[in-house]
């Protein structure tokens, strides 16, 4: 009986085809809406981004320093570290404060580049490396750049990812 | 005596009317139900039926509404506008999510690749930045086979001094990639950030001199024909 009057009216019949189409359309939407949502690789791709957003902040942070401004910038050192360098930092810290007070420097420093090389989401262990430019600006003279190759170690803490070791790629006699 | 005669005939003259007003109201073609009159015709408007009622009731409501044949093509209509909308929504935070930079850059998420990537550029590197005058075929082959755009003319440039002192200094140099880590891989491109040593020799000169060096730059490659070639050297200069 329905279908018998549905088939003699053609708006209805447009109307069924489009309703039609447009569940089509929703239930793909929705699965892929889902399927991109719960994505493992996604999420450990947006793992890595994290890491190495923080650790290349966290290294220019920790090369960062205006001696006019030392007790801000020794508190974005502590702020960027965890585990074992952090207790360097906070151990080391009067003696620092005042050696940097007598040279007056000014420490920037720039991210030329970075990478992840390791990372282990499980965990919360991640490894960077951070190619870096430094200027120093010291009281006297001009301001001197260099650069420096970087190979830094992450932990999350609470959520937020620290460096834990921080240090320069070693330089060998590795070529024979 | 007229009384009851002329009850008797008021009678009959109702009984004989009351069949010719069912009879004029059921063959109305239009009607859709007409046997639902004759009964109602019959008993008269003291014996309404519940179901009379009922049925009274909806064709009230649907003539106070639409037409019927406007009703289902209307409620479709608004099924298809939401279903719809939701599609378009669902599909936008898909391709959102699908589109950031994070998922199209597979670097480390695609172990396989990564480990490919690194190990390709890796070996490319060492052979293009070792240069061995007792041997300069193997530095061209190197750089004819692993360098395409515009590295080839920044690796020429890179290695011109090299090259001029290479005969009279017998020079050998050597590069060595100590740390490698793969900064992007989407598609057939990828970068990746290297820390190279190297060492540069001297034997022409009695003492054999070597001097070393560490070098970090960046490389920009494309994949082609299965291989990566460098595009493009970056050595982070201003």
């Known amino acids: 009986m329905l279908s018998l009057r549905t088939a003699r009216n053609p708006l209805t019949v447009v109307a069924l085809a489009l309703a039609l189409l447009a569940a089509g359309a929703a239930g793909w939407g929705g699965w892929s809406w889902y399927a991109a949502a719960h994505d493992e690789s996604a999420g450990y791709a947006q793992t890595r981004d994290d890491a190495l957003q923080a650790g290349e902040q966290a290294v220019q942070n920790m090369n960062t320093l205006d001696y006019k401004r030392l007790a801000h910038g020794l508190d974005s050192w502590e702020a960027s570290t965890t585990g074992d360098l952090h207790k360097q930092l906070t151990d080391g810290r009067p003696q620092f404060e005042k050696q940097i007070q007598q040279a007056q420097t000014v420490s920037t420093a720039k991210v030329l580049s970075g990478a992840v090389t390791e990372l282990d989401e499980r965990t919360g262990k991640a490894s960077v490396m951070v190619a870096l430019r430094i200027t120093v600006t010291a009281p006297k003279g001009k301001p001197a750049a260099k650069e420096s190759r970087l190979l830094g170690e992450l932990t999350r803490t609470s959520g937020v990812w620290k460096l834990s070791a921080l240090g320069q790629a070693p330089v060998g006699n590795t070529a024979s | ?238």
């Open chain 2, 1 to 238: 005596m007229s009384t009851t005669r002329h009850l008797i005939n008021r009678q009959r003259r109702l009984a004989a009317a009351t069949p010719v007003t069912a009879v004029r109201v059921k063959p109305r073609p239009d009607e859709e139900e007409p046997e639902r009159d004759v009964p109602q015709a019959v008993a008269g408007p003291v014996l309404v039926t519940e179901e009379t009622a009922a049925d009274g009731e909806t064709r009230a409501a649907a003539r106070r509404s639409l037409p019927r044949g406007a009703r289902l093509p209307v409620v479709l209509g608004l099924l298809t506008v939401l279903l719809g909308g939701f599609a378009a929504y669902a599909g936008t935070q898909a391709s959102d999510l699908r589109e950031s930079s994070a998922t199209s850059n597979v670097a480390l998420s695609d172990v396989a690749r990564t480990t490919e990537v690194k190990g390709q550029v890796t070996n490319a590197v060492n052979s293009l930045f070792s240069y061995n005058y007792a041997n300069t075929g193997t530095a061209d082959r190197a750089a004819r086979t692993l360098l395409t755009g515009k590295a080839v003319q920044q690796h020429k440039d890179m290695l011109a001094a090299v090259r001029a002192q290479a005969a009279k200094q017998k020079l050998v140099l050597t590069t060595t990639v100590t740390e490698s880590g793969v900064e992007l891989i989407d598609g057939n491109r990828a970068r990746v950030l290297l820390y190279a040593d190297q060492s540069n020799t001297n034997t022409a000169a009695k003492d054999d001199r070597t001097t070393y060096a560490a070098a970090m730059f960046a490389v920009d490659v494309v994949r082609t024909g299965g291989s990566w070639r460098i595009a493009n050297i970056d050595t982070f200069t201003r």
